[in-house]
């Protein structure tokens, strides 16, 4: 199938999914949906793309051209669209871009704590099961790695463990799934049970001995404070999400309705978009106006969206415009059941992009919607849930914690007076 496999088209909603099989060194092939006879078999290629998708919709791409490191997106013309970009988002998009640079800020929550005593460590609930046989390890980590378990979320922990006679192996996190996760049928083993994991890497010595009593760490030792640095790629990933956010606000505010606009994005990097299995991208805008209705503020349409996505079955998820169709495979079923049954809870791992500061109750419905950064555009002082009149997720107690980034002023390209709102208006 490799060979048949590099015709397909590639498509932002694709209809094939595909898994790599290294014991028969092929690839199998499913539908995520039913298929029409005479529809297009597409699939997923990835963010570095060599063409612009239009809307969001299935695009056949263009041949393939010589890699500038941008996947050929340098070669799209300036049209009205990208006028202005920044100097600064030219060239190779692994370079990392400094933060005086960047086109908007990113507030630090709280300074990075060096849990230096076994009190201190924050921590989450994980599954891990006993390997009775030591010569299974390297057969279930490998598993892990083919089951898309293995993922950037437990990148900061070692997935094995070994204590006294006993090896133990480091499986997924309870917030992924709920449910003990389904374990290889062909080996032995005893029923997953959960543990109490570091939350964060190991910033000192001090701190590394402390995490290793609950579960070996990553030593991982940076300045206090910082922040991740941030590659050309993602901020143009940023930038290119901001503009449809912006675009999208200036078409709900012709049709009457607030200008208020959240967006969620296909992740960047390819370890998010395996563990979330998010292929489609998902926008919504507020309704109170036309609705009537005063909760239908844009965070929530959107979180509403993406939940209700999430709970439909294989056949639901894009129902067919014709009467007749190919009814989707048992192995698209299995795939497309196996990547929603508690993989993902509604935001977790992706990140929100929105024309205006969240308001206190959109704010916390994100963060009980585990999103992991929220990028907004226009500050809202009154009424801002993300550090205009409070910052939800730097309240204590609170159970989660998300990024939280606005576009500076001064480099606002996308301001707009459409954008433009009372300030008492909670968005």
């Known amino acids: 199938m490799a060979l048949s496999g590099s015709l397909f088209n590639h498509s932002q909603t694709p209809n094939v999914t595909y898994t790599l099989e290294p014991e028969t060194e092929s690839i199998r092939y499913a539908t995520t949906r039913p298929i029409e006879e005479g529809d297009e078999l597409c699939i997923f290629y990835g963010h570095k793309l060599w063409f612009q998708p239009a809307d969001l919709e299935p695009e056949v791409c263009a041949p393939e051209k010589e890699d500038d490191g941008w996947g050929g997106l340098s070669a799209i013309?300036?049209?009205?669209?990208?006028?202005?970009?920044?100097?600064?988002?030219?060239?190779?998009?692994?370079?990392?871009?400094?933060?005086?640079?960047?086109?908007?800020?990113?507030?630090?929550?709280?300074?990075?704590?060096?849990?230096?005593?076994?009190?201190?460590?924050?921590?989450?609930?994980?599954?891990?099961?006993?390997?009775?046989?030591?010569?299974?390890?390297?057969?279930?980590?490998k598993w892990l790695k083919e089951s898309g378990h293995d993922t950037s979320h437990l990148a900061h922990l070692k997935r094995i463990r070994k204590f006294d006679d006993t090896t133990t192996l480091l499986l997924t996190t309870v917030e992924l799934f709920p449910t003990p996760p389904t374990l290889p049928p062909d080996i032995e083993l005893s029923k997953p049970y959960t543990i109490e994991v570091p939350q964060n890497p190991a910033l000192t010595m001090e701190s590394l001995r402390a995490k290793a009593t609950f579960w070996p760490t990553i030593y991982a030792p940076r300045k206090k404070g910082e922040l991740e640095p941030l590659s050309r790629g993602q901020v143009r990933?940023?930038?290119?999400?901001?503009?449809?956010?912006?675009?999208?606000?200036?078409?709900?505010?012709?049709?009457?309705?607030?200008?208020?606009?959240?967006?969620?994005?296909?992740?960047?990097?390819?370890?998010?978009?395996?563990?979330?299995?998010l292929l489609t991208a998902f926008i919504a805008h507020d309704t109170r106006r036309s609705s009537t209705h005063p909760l239908r503020h844009a965070s929530l349409n959107l979180v509403r969206k993406l939940a209700e996505y999430r709970a439909l079955p294989a056949s639901a998820a894009s129902p067919p415009t014709k009467s007749t169709s190919v009814p989707a495979s048992a192995d698209s079923r299995a795939i497309d059941s196996a990547s929603r049954n508690g993989s993902h809870y509604l935001l977790t791992a992706l990140t929100l992009f929105i024309s205006h500061e969240p308001c206190i109750m959109c704010s916390m419905a994100l963060l009980h919607s585990r999103v992991k950064d929220v990028y907004y555009l226009k500050s809202m002082k009154k009424t801002g849930g993300c550090g205009g009149s409070a910052c939800v997720p730097k309240l204590n107690g609170v159970n989660h914690r998300f990024g939280i980034t606005h576009w500076r002023e001064d480099s606002a390209k996308f301001d707009d007076p459409v954008l433009d709102l009372d300030e008492v208006i909670d968005a």
């Open 77 to 141: 013309e300036n049209d009205e669209e990208i006028e202005g970009l920044p100097e600064f988002l030219e060239g190779h998009p692994d370079e990392i871009i400094p933060d005086e640079q960047l086109p908007f800020v990113r507030m630090k929550l709280q300074d990075d704590e060096a849990e230096n005593d076994v009190d201190s460590v924050r921590t989450e609930l994980a599954w891990v099961v006993d390997i009775p046989e030591p010569r299974h390890t390297n057969i279930l980590l």
């Open 237 to 277: 990933w940023a930038w290119d999400a901001m503009r449809t956010v912006v675009q999208e606000a200036k078409t709900v505010e012709e049709k009457g309705e607030l200008p208020i606009v959240a967006y969620v994005p296909i992740p960047y990097d390819e370890d998010t978009k395996a563990s979330t299995q």
